[in-house]
């Protein structure tokens, strides 16, 4: 499946800063005051947790979401003691729906209702629910509700959409892209004489706005009613500036494969459309088309002359491409300045930059700890290379810091200028930090041995400190997992595994199952599996242990076939069950692959795991661990 480089950005910088959260007790309570607030209104949230050791704090960060028809905007309340609950006010802006809530209670955990959500409406005048509250919610389950910790579950975004149709149709113009999208994606019996009637019917309303012109449109167009699609484009005509034409612009621009061709109609988009809300995407487009075709000089200079809409990414990519080409790292460590100074012009000021659904305390760490230790660790790496061994450790110094420590290619590289520049004591204490974090993989260890052995003068006394080290990890990680277990029912379920035999979760009753969704085209996935394999050798004379992969989202017609020929060729003895129609993946409320689940012997889920940090011995020493606890060990 194709993805917008916007989101294969994202992706990337969500691989380097990716937090398994923990989900608290329902008990916590989050209410407002007044009950029925409406938008506009002052009103004042009260914060009970249900954990009795938060008791003695005297504040908690409280981020609040206000959705409408778009995406949300978030605001940071601040929860202060008062008696023995915390409270504090917020204003809701006179445009909102509703609001869906969140407590950060670390850097680390949040209390997020359980991954429901705190979710509340807002209230008209006359005390009924604002129209467009449950079409509104109905896009947190769709796409950015994760933020709030709720997953991706379309048949309720569909059910909730219809719903506030059927109470107040004339919102159905407001939410015409997001429901004609529902149906397309769940397909519900008779959807598409749905489409075509909810086209027939918003297409006669009056005052349709571009965004919803643009919509109709397009699907009168896909459906090939050409006399409808001219007869929106005329009532387009009335803004020739407007979003209707600005879109049609890029598509044009879009189905141009001539790089020239596409860069002079970009020209031409910003004489006609200079404050449109796309330039930023059509510069993303372009200059992906210029990493394609590896014209990286010409991407710098393409990024240069469009820098106010540049994202910096877009630099580390020009670096990371010319880092591989032999005589291209001066092309790499100027294309990593240029995107250091960008990202601090940027964070100087987060209002203009920052996307809406983000506070600017919580950009800023994205970009200060994610992004910044990207370019300084390439940086430091290209360095490495020139053998500038104390500047390099300088630069990684930087990255180390910046990322605080918890990404191990970092202090990989970090350690090894260090060590070149025989500061072995230093290499020493940034090694020792890292392992303890859990990060006791062989190439951590065989750096801290060097590192050892330079302070101490030999390896004497080396076998009982790196047993100590081993044990510092499994104490730290024993407690970080302690904070993040749940316990929730596992859903049941009956699957059929490879071999066509019916396979039930209640099979496994009594046993500590590891559940672990996955597909074939899934790089997260294939990347964990070597651990994984590991882990299932490890354990398979143990049979109070099962592993199950369920297979989902596999989108070819043979996948049974498609599943047989990627475990024959990899080795993989895994015990694998075909979710062949995604009925499971949505049960479990899965909203990204790999995700695992630890279910303990009395059928409880006490661990829930979003994707693959990029460390195998990480991982396989947090399994083990998440076995033990499930056990109660």
């Given at each position: 499946?194709?993805?917008?480089?916007?989101?294969?950005?994202?992706?990337?910088?969500?691989?380097?800063?990716?937090?398994?959260?923990?989900?608290?007790?329902?008990?916590?309570?989050?209410?407002?005051?007044?009950?029925?607030?409406?938008?506009?209104?002052?009103?004042?949230?009260?914060?009970?947790?249900?954990?009795?050791?938060?008791?003695?704090?005297?504040?908690?960060?409280?981020?609040?979401?206000?959705?409408?028809?778009?995406?949300?905007?978030?605001?940071?309340?601040?929860?202060?003691?008062?008696?023995?609950?915390?409270?504090?006010?917020?204003?809701?802006?006179?445009?909102?729906?509703?609001?869906?809530?969140?407590?950060?209670?670390?850097?680390?955990?949040?209390?997020?209702?359980?991954?429901?959500?705190?979710?509340?409406?807002?209230?008209?005048?006359?005390?009924?629910?604002?129209?467009?509250?449950?079409?509104?919610?109905?896009?947190?389950?769709?796409?950015?509700?994760?933020?709030?910790?709720?997953?991706?579950?379309?048949?309720?975004?569909l059910k909730l959409t219809e719903e506030d149709f059927q109470t107040n149709p004339q919102i159905k113009k407001e939410f015409v892209n997001s429901y004609l999208r529902l149906l397309q994606n769940v397909k519900p019996e008779g959807w598409?004489?749905?489409?075509?009637?909810?086209?027939?019917?918003?297409?006669?309303?009056?005052?349709?706005?571009?965004?919803?012109?643009?919509?109709?449109?397009?699907?009168?167009?896909?459906?090939?009613?050409?006399?409808?699609?001219?007869?929106?484009?005329?009532?387009?005509?009335?803004?020739?500036?407007?979003?209707?034409?600005?879109?049609?612009?890029?598509?044009?621009?879009?189905?141009?494969?001539?790089?020239?061709?596409?860069?002079?109609l970009f020209q031409k988009f910003k004489a006609d459309f200079p404050d449109s809300k796309y330039i930023d995407s059509i510069i993303g487009m372009i200059?992906?088309?210029?990493?394609?075709?590896?014209?990286?000089?010409?991407?710098?200079?393409?990024?240069?002359?469009?820098?106010?809409?540049?994202?910096?990414?877009?630099?580390?990519?020009?670096?990371?491409?010319?880092?591989?080409?032999?005589?291209?790292?001066?092309?790499?460590?100027?294309?990593?300045?240029?995107?250091?100074?960008?990202?601090?012009?940027?964070?100087?000021?987060?209002?203009?930059?920052?996307?809406?659904?983000?506070?600017?305390?919580?950009?800023?760490?994205?970009?200060?700890?994610?992004?910044?230790?990207?370019?300084?660790?390439?940086?430091?790496?290209?360095?490495?290379?020139?053998?500038?061994?104390?500047?390099?450790?300088?630069?990684?110094?930087?990255?180390?810091?910046?990322?605080?420590?918890?990404?191990?290619?970092?202090?990989?590289?970090?350690?090894?200028?260090?060590?070149?520049?025989?500061?072995?004591?230093?290499?020493?204490?940034?090694?020792?930090?890292?392992?303890?974090?859990?990060?006791?993989?062989?190439?951590?260890?065989?750096?801290?041995?060097?590192?050892?052995?330079?302070?101490?003068?030999?390896?004497?006394?080396?076998?009982?400190?790196?047993?100590?080290?081993?044990?510092?990890?499994?104490?730290?990680?024993?407690?970080?997992?302690?904070?993040?277990?749940?316990?929730?029912?596992?859903?049941?379920?009956?699957?059929?595994?490879?071999?066509?035999?019916?396979?039930?979760?209640?099979?496994?009753?009594?046993?500590?199952?590891?559940?672990?969704?996955?597909?074939?085209?899934?790089?997260?996935?294939?990347?964990?599996?070597?651990?994984?394999?590991?882990?299932?050798?490890?354990?398979?004379?143990?049979?109070?242990?099962?592993?199950?992969?369920?297979?989902?989202?596999?989108?070819?017609?043979?996948?049974?076939?498609?599943?047989?020929?990627?475990?024959?060729?990899?080795?993989?003895?895994?015990?694998?069950?075909?979710?062949?129609?995604?009925?499971?993946?949505?049960?479990?409320?899965?909203?990204?692959?790999?995700?695992?689940?630890?279910?303990?012997?009395?059928?409880?889920?006490?661990?829930?795991?979003?994707?693959?940090?990029?460390?195998?011995?990480?991982?396989?020493?947090?399994?083990?661990?998440?076995?033990?606890?499930?056990?109660?060990?």
């Amino acid at each position: 499946m194709k993805k917008s480089f916007s989101k294969i950005v994202l992706a990337v910088l969500l691989a380097f800063s990716l937090v398994v959260c923990s989900q608290k007790s329902s008990s916590s309570e989050l209410t407002f005051s007044p009950e029925k607030a409406k938008p506009g209104e002052t009103i004042t949230f009260s914060y009970l947790p249900a954990d009795k050791n938060l008791s003695s704090r005297d504040k908690f960060n409280l981020y609040v979401y206000s959705f409408s028809r778009e995406l949300p905007e978030v605001k940071l309340v601040e929860l202060k003691k008062s008696g023995k609950k915390w409270v504090g006010t917020y204003v809701v802006d006179k445009k909102a729906y509703g609001l869906i809530a969140k407590i950060k209670l670390d850097k680390d955990n949040e209390d997020t209702n359980q991954g429901k959500g705190y979710i509340f409406a807002l209230y008209s005048p006359d005390g009924k629910i604002v129209p467009g509250y449950k079409a509104g919610l109905a896009l947190a389950y769709t796409s950015w509700g994760q933020l709030v910790g709720i997953n991706q579950d379309l048949n309720e975004a569909l059910k909730l959409t219809e719903e506030d149709f059927q109470t107040n149709p004339q919102i159905k113009k407001e939410f015409v892209n997001s429901y004609l999208r529902l149906l397309q994606n769940v397909k519900p019996e008779g959807w598409d004489k749905k489409i075509q009637s909810f086209l027939d019917e918003v297409s006669t309303q009056a005052d349709l706005d571009d965004s919803t012109l643009t919509t109709l449109y397009r699907f009168y167009a896909q459906v090939g009613n050409q006399e409808k699609a001219m007869a929106l484009l005329q009532q387009a005509q009335r803004n020739p500036k407007g979003e209707f034409f600005q879109i049609q612009a890029v598509m044009q621009l879009q189905s141009t494969q001539d790089l020239k061709q596409r860069l002079e109609l970009f020209q031409k988009f910003k004489a006609d459309f200079p404050d449109s809300k796309y330039i930023d995407s059509i510069i993303g487009m372009i200059a992906q088309n210029l990493f394609e075709e590896k014209k990286l000089e010409e991407a710098a200079n393409f990024l240069d002359e469009n820098r106010p809409n540049v994202q910096p990414y877009y630099f580390y990519v020009i670096a990371s491409q010319a880092n591989q080409n032999e005589g291209q790292s001066d092309l790499a460590l100027k294309a990593i300045d240029s995107g250091l100074s960008l990202l601090a012009e940027q964070l100087k000021n987060p209002d203009k930059f920052k996307p809406a659904y983000y506070t600017a305390e919580e950009w800023r760490e994205e970009m200060e700890s994610n992004l910044q230790p990207m370019f300084l660790s390439l940086k430091g790496n290209l360095l490495m290379k020139k053998r500038q061994f104390e500047e390099a450790a300088g630069v990684l110094n930087q990255a180390y810091e910046a990322s605080q420590g918890g990404q191990p290619a970092i202090t990989v590289a970090y350690s090894q200028a260090l060590l070149q520049s025989k500061k072995y004591a230093q290499a020493k204490t940034v090694l020792e930090a890292t392992a303890k974090k859990g990060y006791t993989g062989q190439q951590i260890m065989d750096l801290l041995k060097q590192a050892y052995a330079g302070v101490q003068g030999s390896e004497e006394g080396w076998d009982k400190y790196q047993k100590e080290i081993e044990k510092a990890a499994t104490d730290f990680l024993k407690a970080e997992l302690t904070k993040q277990m749940i316990s929730l029912p596992a859903p049941s379920f009956e699957l059929k595994d490879l071999e066509g035999k019916p396979v039930k979760l209640a099979d496994y009753s009594g046993k500590v199952v590891i559940l672990d969704f996955w597909a074939t085209w899934c790089g997260p996935c294939l990347s964990s599996f070597p651990g994984m394999k590991q882990l299932v050798e490890e354990y398979q004379k143990d049979p109070s242990v099962a592993f199950i992969f369920v297979n989902t989202w596999q989108e070819e017609a043979n996948k049974d076939q498609v599943v047989k020929d990627f475990l024959a060729k990899n080795q993989y003895p895994f015990n694998v069950l075909i979710d062949g129609e995604n009925k499971v993946v949505s049960q479990y409320n899965v909203s990204g692959i790999p995700t695992k689940f630890i279910i303990d012997p009395k059928g409880k889920i006490k661990f829930k795991v979003v994707g693959f940090e990029g460390s195998t011995e990480k991982m396989v020493n947090e399994v083990k661990l998440m076995i033990e606890l499930a056990r109660g060990n």
